[in-house]
């Protein structure tokens, strides 16, 4: 995967279409997501659990780097997924939080992001929230435009999860079922 990165990143110099700099950029990133899943499997010498709020507060230091002014809050239970849920989760983190941070704090001050997740009879909730410029009218993800928010619903199916936007208040909500690892 390190290799895959760093051949994208090879390519940036011999290319100066804007749009396909942004879309290698895209695709950089969401494998660097991976990667780090898999750096996190190997530090804990499991290669089956993963500590969900670690691996959280890793995505949001990533995305600091490149937004430094934003104010990204963290709230979780330090719960142990499995690989086949962390790897979507973390790739759906990534898209929402990316999404937020490029286009809702537009003339912000104090731009500010929460990732508050938690679980209530063995449902897990994400919630993606920021103080940004809200949601337009027309947004709706049965009918995304882009592909970050098609990779999202993707990967929401893929974990037997449920998306809801809010509109009003500029914040997503998901809902996947939490199964818990047998020793």
């Known amino acids: 995967m390190q290799i ?11 290319i100066e279409n804007e749009e396909a700099i942004k879309a290698l950029s895209e695709t950089r990133r969401r494998i660097e997501v ?14 089956s659990r993963v500590y969900i709020l670690s691996y959280i507060e890793d995505i949001l230091a990533i995305q600091r780097m490149i937004y ?3 104010n990204c809050i963290v709230k979780s239970p330090d719960l142990i997924l499995d690989l086949d849920t962390a790897v979507p989760l973390g790739l ?4 929402m939080i990316t999404n937020s941070l490029k286009h809702a704090f537009i003339n912000i001050e104090a731009p500010k992001l929460e990732v508050p997740l938690s679980m209530n009879n063995d449902v897990v909730e994400l919630l993606i929230k920021d103080n940004g410029v809200g949601l337009s009218e027309s947004f ?7 592909l970050g928010i098609e990779i999202v619903t993707a990967l929401i199916d893929q974990i037997g999860g449920r998306i809801e936007c809010f509109n009003n208040e500029a914040y997503f909500k998901i809902n996947f079922q939490y199964q818990p690892l047998v020793s």
């Open 140 to 146: 709706d993800l049965n009918q995304p435009e882009s």
């Open 92 to 95: 759906i983190i990534s898209e």
């Open 34 to 47: 991976i990667i780090l899943i898999h750096q996190k499997l190997y530090q804990n010498r499991d290669f």
């Open 4 to 14: 895959i990165s760093s051949l994208i990143s090879l390519e940036y110099g011999n």
């Open 68 to 70: 430094p002014t934003v």
